[in-house]
């Protein structure tokens, strides 16, 4: 299926590794011109060499920190006007919440909250007076089904959600979509943080804890990045014009609720 935005160009965060990398390895596959970010410039460099190498789009690294105002400013100065925008941050540690101090809770927000609203007030406009805008953000399944050790997620992406919800309705006459994916299992480096926590909690080994929550998902595997970058080239498509302010839960079947 040709997605139809080829030449677009997009704004990828937190694009050197793991979902977001999948997201923009997916988006320069229908040959949208990119501008990666995340902190680390030798991965990032690496990554954007190769996306390079196998699509043969323009790709732009931009080594910053995306939850700081500094780091937006030039990500923003590198892509002002993209097309599509693609929030993502690393997700703050897990823990018990009696142990968060409130500067814990802050961090968190700054990332998986204020950073992805500060980013589309900053591009949403443009994207209006285009009649052409797509903006993902990339949540976490603890969104539908909190998980225990993740209350700092748990909280921080909640928020940015209910705010999606009112915003995506407000822009959509002009052609601009808003939606969220939200990531279960998936086979990337933040699932080992995850199951560090979970065994220690627990008291078994990770290996345990990993084979457990496998063994929950009735796919019976994680999921791979690939599949992942592939949804969200779709909801960027022209043909997901349709689709906004909803949560698309890609999570094997985790999630056992009907609604």
Known sequence: MDMGIA??????????????????????????????????????????????????????????DITTPEGRAAALAACPQPDILVNNAGGPPPGDFRNFTHEDWIRALESNMLAPIELMRATIDGMSARGYGRIVNITSSAVKAPIDVLGLSNGAR???????????????PTGVTINNLLPGLFDTDRIATTFEAQAKAQ?????????????????????????????????????????????????????????
């Not at 970058?229 to 014009?241: D, E, I, N, P, Y």
Request: with cysteine; hydrophobic share 40%.
């Open 158 to 172: 909640s928020g940015l959600t209910g705010f999606v919800a009112g915003l995506a309705r407000s822009v959509a």
């Open 7 to 64: 030449g677009r160009t997009a704004l990828v965060c937190a694009a050197s590794k793991g979902l977001g990398r999948g997201c923009a390895e997916a988006l320069a596959a229908e040959g949208v011109n990119l501008t990666i970010v995340a902190r680390t410039a030798e991965t990032l460099e690496a990554t954007a060499a190769e996306i390079r190498k196998q699509s043969g789009v323009e790709v732009k690294a931009v080594a910053c």
């Open 203 to 259: 008291n078994i080994s990770i290996e345990e804890a990993r084979q457990r929550r496998m063994k929950s998902i009735p796919a019976g595997r994680f999921g791979n990045r690939d599949e992942f970058g592939r949804a969200c080239a779709f909801l960027c498509s022209v043909h997901a014009g349709y689709i906004t302010g909803q949560n698309w839960l890609i999570d094997g079947g985790a999630y056992p609720g009907t609604f």
